[in-house]
């Protein structure tokens, strides 16, 4: 199975009732989404509109501004939170629900275990984050199982490093947040000694643009002395962390994704999923990494997927935005052929810029033919951010984050989009343009679901052949290959970065007609994304014309031959 994820920033899903949407507005102003908003008939929608996964993200409890005290949860220093609803990479305790999004407060844990039983109904797997690499500042768990000792609750605090310890400590340095507004000022946060910060600031000086609210977890390697490992035995660190993962496995949740994971040494990761798998064979592990020249050692040590970011996503926002040659798409994937099935492709995620925004394309059907080559080229998963179907800008100055481009994982908000896709009926919600994307990404996605060909089929790219931009190609701005199934199913896939409407002839070479088994001679073809029929001809190298939208893309189904 093809996974096509969707990720949806839980906070924000289902927030349709406050709508003032006050600039650093407290829960009380502009409101929070509820796991019980994201009902039963909401999860069908997305299963029928082609997922297979949904990644609810922040639904760790995580440090905030908004006092929860009265239910014995400890506030948490204004210092060291950033925005009013905090980051929900800031963990402050890996074994509980963050308490935002509970409808019942004291019963958050079991309304988190109805959403999971929801999911599955709905014929869904359901995706968590595990954030491994650092915490919140005032890490406190008071959910954990009993027995369970808490990160840090054992170290000694005298030693800058120690492999048994979960944090790395400043020795005899209080912890600086200079740049603490007047209200924080006032009741300086201290912290004495001075851990580690998340982003590996070892110093006690975080600045504004380090990760200052969070602590750097220790996995048993002293930075301080030439990058010393001390994996065996295997450091206190290791045993905590690999506890929480199958501790949320035993709930029944279906995947990790893997927060900054190349952060944490890979021999963690072969410990820890491997303990995993011996009881959940099933569970998937997503990796968010940006070095490519350490893909293959994360893979090696049991992740099924990695983010494809600085390959894939970055050369098709050049080609959209920069005029990058579509050619260079070839590039990447050739330089991950070996490991292209756990490549993990996307447009947008709760860290990039919206394709709709004033930063990036500022227009979301300038990315129909990037979305038609990522979520199609391989059997690899694609993953969508929600409200990006329906072109969601990120151009709110919600508070914290400011207007950036992004949907703000610090503030509390009442996103439009969102509003929309969470209605009864969003059909009834929308403007033309946005049924129209919405309409097309449902097309793409359920193909990718149910085609063979896209599903577990060959690839094979044609762009080589089309290098003199003859009979009207230009490889700059097309891109074209096919998929072929082991049962006969082809696709002639091409797109068309140009904003205008191209009749090209693709040359289609002789390899590709006897490595693939494709039928000569003139055929009709149906465009899988439209229905329209095409007539073309396939011969070898020679062109097969073909009509492709502007900013868009055909998936022609043409005959094949029995091996």
Known sequence: ?????????TRLYGNNKHTTNLPNGSIEQNGCAKINDITSAQLKRIASYGFTHVWFTGLIEHATQTDYSQYGIATDHPAVVKGRAGSPYAIKDYYDIDPDLATDVPNRMSEFESLLKRTHLAGLKMVIDFVPNHVARQYHSDASPKGVHDLGQDDDTSQSFSPQNNFYYIEGQTLHTDFDTERRALHPYREYPAKATGNDCFNAWPSRNDWYETIKLN??????NGRQNHFTPPPSTWLKMKDILLFWA???????????AEMVPAEFWRFAIQKVHDKYPHVLFIAEVYNPGEYRHYIASGFNYLYDKV????????????GRSAS?????????????????????????????SAYFAGNAHKALPALVVSSMMGTNPFMV??????GETGMDAEGFSGSDGRTSIFDYWSVPSLRKLTSSNPANELTTDEATLYNYYYKVLNLCKKQPAITNGA???LQYANYSNKYGYNCDRQYAFIRKSDDGQTLLIVANFDPNTVHVGVCIPSHAISFLHLRCGLTSATDLITGNLQTIEVKEDSPAYIQVPGNGAV?????????
């Open 1 to 9: 199975m093809k996974p096509i994820i969707y990720q949806i920033f």
């Open 219 to 224: 996995y048993g390697i002293d930075y301080m």
């Open 250 to 260: 035993s709930k029944g949740v279906d995947a990790f994704r893997c927060d900054m």
């Open 311 to 322: 390959g894939l996503y970055d050369t098709l926002r050049a080609i959209i935005c920069d």
């Open 328 to 356: 260079s798409i070839t590039g990447c994937w050739q330089s991950i052929d070996d490991i292209r099935d756990h490549m993990l492709n996307f447009l947008e995620n709760h860290d990039e810029q919206r394709i709709a």
């Open 385 to 390: 951010y929600a409200g990006q179907e329906i």
């Open 459 to 461: 690839f094979y790219d």
């Open 555 to 563: 998936v022609l189904q043409i005959a094949g031959k029995a091996k």
